[in-house]
């Protein structure tokens, strides 16, 4: 069985000047509605009202630069490397757990302190997971019906992956790592009933770890019922729900927004989609939707069309991991879901998420480079 769908080769022309053109698009949307969200914030507790665009501008010329070596890296030297990237990323997790690295920030153990430079090592667990199941996967395409040997090595890893990511309290990241993990699972083609007994064993175990830690359980009464405590877990929710109707239909304008000024935590970060809908309205934040569907459309268009299984999954794995972070941040803001910690790629202030994120995209266009050559 060769995955989920049969790929067929198409031919095409020059490189993906349309994906390109939509990551450009993204990426100054993001740093526009970062600099309008964060200036008051920075002025008034930093003294500097452009130290967070200032920052995200250094790490995304940083991230372009890496995004540049994603995209001339050849598929060999990516699958050949892809071991120790995996150990490299249990690595970097283990991290976490060791004094004077690391610190509890908020009850979770996130970051490593390095150098002067901090890293969520969860972020880059999000892209090996992908390289390791794009790899594993299509190694193995030919056996997808052999659990012992094709779906319970890489389910092991992706189960340590993630009991690593939970004992550093962030099970917001660990949840989003097993719908990616999953995901991929389906699409390499796993039979449809061992996927169905991953899900009986995914689901109840997710809800164990929920109503384990009692912050947890304010963030889904907060979700259910934030009107029960309107200044305390319910006040994020209520706050960036009131931002969304202020922006109506075309929005306050751009920098004009008014619960950016201190009504809404987290601004900056985790709630930078309520501070950017506030200013440009429901008109913008659909034009916002459009590009992000266009851009895993697009990627998951050329994956497929490469009739190459790898880079199909690959393309897959790195378009969904940006899609979907950005349709869960979504829907926290907008009431959907509870809050979840998980930022909103190419806008929210945050390095780790950034750099990881343009490594993404040069992989991705790095796909349809190979795509184009092997037409030549």
């Given amino acids: 069985m060769k995955g989920r769908f049969e790929l067929e080769r198409v031919p095409g022309g020059q490189s993906d000047f349309i994906l390109l053109m939509i990551i450009v698009l993204l990426a100054g949307s993001g740093f526009a509605a970062l600099f309008s969200a964060s200036y008051h914030y920075a002025g008034k507790y930093f003294n500097d009202s452009f130290m967070f665009i200032r920052k995200q501008l250094i790490l995304g010329g940083a991230g372009m630069v890496l995004a540049f070596a994603g995209y001339k890296i050849s598929v060999e030297y ?44 969860s972020e880059l667990a999000k892209l090996v997971v992908v390289l390791y199941l ?8 030919d056996r997808m019906h052999d659990f012992g040997n094709t779906v319970l090595p890489p389910l092991i890893i992706l189960v340590m992956i993630i009991g690593l990511v939970l004992l550093q309290n962030d099970f917001s990241s660990a ?15 796993v039979p449809i009933l061992y996927f169905v007994y991953l899900l009986m ?16 359980v304010e963030r889904l009464i907060a979700f259910i019922s934030p009107e029960a405590d309107p200044i305390g877990s319910g006040y994020q929710v209520i706050a960036a729900q009131s931002a969304l109707k202020n922006g109506g239909l075309l929005g306050q304008g751009l920098g004009h927004g008014i619960k950016k000024l201190g009504g809404l935590p987290e ?40 009739g190459n299984h790898y880079d ?60 184009n050559e092997e037409r030549v």
């Fill in 78 to 121: 990516l699958r050949k490397w892809t071991p120790l990237l995996l150990l490299g990323g249990f690595g970097l997790i283990l991290l976490t757990f060791i004094p004077g690295i690391s610190e509890e920030i908020l009850g979770a153990r996130r970051w490593i302190f390095l150098f002067g430079f901090s890293f969520q090592p």
């Fill in 134 to 141: 794009a790899n594993i996967f299509d190694k193995k395409q």
């Fill in 175 to 189: 949840v989003f790592i097993l719908v990616i993990g999953l995901s991929m699972f389906f699409m390499a083609g």
């Fill in 201 to 216: 064993a995914a689901v109840p175990t997710s809800l164990i770890f929920l109503f384990t830690k009692p912050h947890r």
């Fill in 267 to 306: 601004v900056h970060s985790d709630f930078i989609f309520a501070s950017t809908a506030e200013e440009i309205g429901f008109m913008g934040v659909f034009c916002i939707i459009l590009l992000f569907l266009g851009f895993a459309a697009r990627a998951l268009m050329r994956g497929y069309k490469s």
């Fill in 312 to 371: 199909f999954l690959l393309s897959f794995g790195l378009a969904a991991c940006i899609l979907y972070q950005a349709l869960f941040n979504m829907a926290v803001v907008s009431g959907l879901v509870p809050a979840t910690g998980i930022p909103l790629p190419f806008f929210s202030s945050g390095g780790s998420s950034l750099l990881v994120t343009f490594i993404m995209c040069g992989l991705l266009l790095g796909i349809t480079k190979r795509q």
